[in-house]
């Protein structure tokens, strides 16, 4: 948590980040450094969500967690090539108040299974799902060769 003191800028030295040697307050330093290191690493994008999302957000991911959800991958050997052609997800009594979300690394389902799909620019689609009483089985439309 940053508290107001770390927003101050005036009586503060220069500090050189990314090249650019300016007056700093430890908030932008810290944000600008931050930043710059996520990017070097991925191209997804960045979102800001207000409080009340973040607080629905973690709650969710508390819910999920206690619902101790699984995925098992399917795989099919086809003349010596493995391929990973689907996934089965579960979840303690296969069931959940909150979506179990699952990133595919490339392509998507052939059904959605009322699921939902998210995906922002370039990050990889994410199927939430929700289990009501039967674990869902997802084929892939384009299968991964491992």
């Keep these: ?3 107001q003191a770390n927003l101050r800028v005036i009586d503060v030295s220069n500090t050189t980040i990314n090249g650019i040697t300016n007056q700093r307050s430890l908030l932008q330093m810290w944000v600008e450094s931050i930043v710059a290191e996520f990017n070097s ?5 960045m979102l ?3 409080h009340d999302q973040l607080a ?5 991911r508390m819910t999920k967690d206690q619902c101790n959800p699984k995925v098992r991958l399917i795989y099919t ?3 010596g090539v ?8 579960t979840a303690t009594g296969n069931k959940c108040a909150a979506p179990i979300p699952v990133t595919l690394p490339v392509g998507s389902v052939t059904s959605l299974q009322a699921s939902t799909i998210e995906q922002v620019g370039g990050d990889p689609l ?3 799902i929700p289990l009501n009483g039967s674990a869902k089985t997802f ?3 384009s299968p991964i060769i491992l």
Excluded at 56 to 60: I, L, R, S
């Design 1 to 3: 948590m940053f508290h």
């Design 41 to 45: 690493l991925v191209t997804w994008p």
């Design 48 to 50: 800001t969500k207000p």
């Design 56 to 60: 629905t957000a973690f709650k969710n």
């Design 77 to 79: 050997i086809t003349a």
């Design 82 to 89: 493995t391929k990973i052609t689907g996934f089965q997800v």
């Design 126 to 128: 994410t199927l939430w």
């Design 139 to 141: 084929t892939l439309t």
